[in-house]
């Protein structure tokens, strides 16, 4: 019960029996209403009292006792519901050998605020190695930003390395590092221990070489993994995630679904087979939101390609998530820039990672900035309301006919979806208007209601412009970054994103800054469960 609903429910006691306190005393009553509000006069003595004349002063203080008592208990009820239900919680999984704004310790408070901005709350880091310098080095900035920020910004380890039962430099490392980090004061605690996911079990012995040695250390851990399935060769369902649960009961707290590829559908109802299994066996679920895929470094799985459908697939994940209603989310990815997974609003994901090439890094931030409304959502158990009309947009920056100039250019083989040259543009209206799309040399004028509306525009190469009108004036308008190109030197198939708001006509095309972020917000919720 929140403050606001603690505090009507006072007043609901106040008007049922109006208290008037604005007398003097010897003048307070209690006078019972109707359902319409009215007040009972015919009151007898097998009723609900006497009327005002026959109630002395010594009745009242009785009675004001009695509504304090009763206003009391209802505030402390609330605040036993609220410590009994858990909260939910969004966090992102960071790459941490992909910083998204650069490798200072303001760079990484950056990303911190924007992540915070958007309602996360907190990074789970992917540890791919230790023996690499910059991992240590960026993790222990990581740590030091979070702390020095005192928003309360939640980190836990991701272990994504590992090479079997006798890799004791891997037992070593993870036993270390969750020594080094797991009482930090920014370290996410979940029922007295510190959390610790990984991707797959790499064949490390998790409860024996890892788990045990660390409690008795004094680090009891609270484990959530993505852990394989017994059949790779096809999505996970109820009875295999249960499986997975049977095989490792004594060792996991729940499970996490690493789910990044794939189509809208196959995703969620893997999601929901978590979410069922999980609840059967009494443990805790995360499951996973991801935006778009493509492998763009996956030559030998012929650099395969899943179709996103742009703000459509946005809402459709989030909502499966928010009717399945797993304990935790976690965003896969904040930063994976090598299989389009990011959600990170940087502005130009190549000007702090000029190391991966080509093809550009588009802005992602469209990604993002939708997923707050629904992040919003899912933590707090109802819809936020429409304040304001907003657009997002999300297109490919060139024809999926293009052919590259570069000859040695690896062309995508491997497509999945209905995949085709459209403009995907969401809208938010607080009242009927019309969409108009100029693409290139061609268009389209769309009339919507009031609410959330999705239109594809089939593009054409040239700029890509966007503007709201209402009764002829424009509400917004917004050019999308960068124009669809017809020639091309490689092949990219990431989507470029973007979004603008009514009350400011800007967009987000500008390189972000720690000073024009929100203030974080304060991110724990009761949820209804």
């Not at 990074?123 to 960026?138: H, K, P, Q, R, V």
């Amino acid at each position: 019960m929140t403050h606001r609903t603690r505090a009507a429910a006072i007043l609901k006691i106040r008007s049922r029996y109006d208290v008037c306190v604005d007398r003097p005393v010897t003048q307070n009553y209690l006078r019972p209403v109707d359902k319409d509000g009215q007040r009972l006069r015919n009151l007898t003595d097998e009723g609900m009292g006497m009327e005002r004349a026959d109630i002395g002063s010594k009745m009242i203080a009785p009675l004001r006792i009695w509504y304090f008592v009763c206003a009391l208990a209802l505030c402390l009820g609330g605040a036993n519901l609220r410590a009994a239900t858990p909260p939910h919680y969004v966090f992102a999984h960071y790459m941490v050998c992909l910083p998204s704004y650069g490798t200072t310790l303001d760079d990484f408070k950056q990303e911190i605020q924007a992540a915070q901005a958007a309602g996360l709350d907190g990074f789970a880091l992917n540890e791919g190695t230790w023996t690499n310098d910059y991992y240590s080095n960026y993790t222990a900035l990581i740590f030091q930003a979070a702390q020095e920020l005192g928003t309360g910004f939640k980190l836990f380890f991701s272990i994504d390395f590992g090479g079997g039962s006798n890799d004791t430099y891997s037992i070593g490392v993870v036993n270390a590092i969750v020594q080094q980090y797991g009482h930090h004061p920014n370290y996410f605690q979940y029922q007295g221990k510190s959390v610790l996911s990984s991707y797959s079990t790499h064949g490390l012995p998790w409860k024996d070489g890892i788990l045990t040695p660390l409690a008795q250390a004094g680090y009891p851990v609270f484990f959530v993994p993505y852990f394989e399935m017994t059949n790779w060769e096809s999505w996970p369902n109820t009875s295999q995630v249960a499986a997975t649960y049977n095989l490792y009961s004594n060792v996991v707290d729940g499970m996490f679904y690493f789910g990044a590829s794939g189509l809208t559908t196959p995703l969620t109802n893997a999601n929901l087979a978590y979410v069922q299994a999980s609840r059967a066996a009494g443990k805790l679920c995360m499951g996973s939101f991801s935006p778009s895929y493509w492998g763009i470094k996956q030559y030998s799985a012929k650099r395969r390609y899943y179709e996103a459908d742009g703000g459509e697939g946005i809402e459709a994940r989030w909502m499966a998530l928010i009717n399945s209603q797993p304990d935790w989310v976690e965003i896969c990815t904040w930063n994976d820039m090598d299989e389009g997974t990011y959600v990170s609003p940087v502005a130009s994901p190549s000007t702090a990672n000029p190391y991966l090439g080509a093809p550009t890094r588009w802005s992602h931030n469209g990604y993002l900035e939708l997923s707050k409304h629904f992040i919003s959502w899912y933590k707090n158990g109802q819809e936020p309301p429409l304040t304001q009309d907003a657009l997002y947009y999300f297109y490919r920056t060139h024809p999926l006919a293009a052919v590259p100039s570069d000859t040695n250019d690896v062309i995508c083989q491997w497509w999945e979806g209905t995949y085709d040259d459209s403009l995907y543009t969401t809208v938010y209206l607080t009242a009927p208007a019309e969409l108009d799309v100029v693409s290139g040399s061609g268009g389209s004028t769309n009339v919507l209601p009031a609410g959330r509306s999705h239109v594809r525009t089939p593009f054409l190469p040239g700029p890509q412009t966007m503007t709201i009108r209402r009764q002829g004036n424009v509400v917004l308008t917004v050019q999308g970054t960068p124009d669809i190109q017809a020639q091309i030197v490689n092949q990219d198939l990431l989507s470029t994103t973007g979004f603008a708001y009514a009350s400011s006509n800007s967009t987000n095309n500008s390189p972000s800054s720690t000073n024009n972020l929100p203030a974080a917000p304060m991110n724990l919720r009761v949820v209804p469960q």
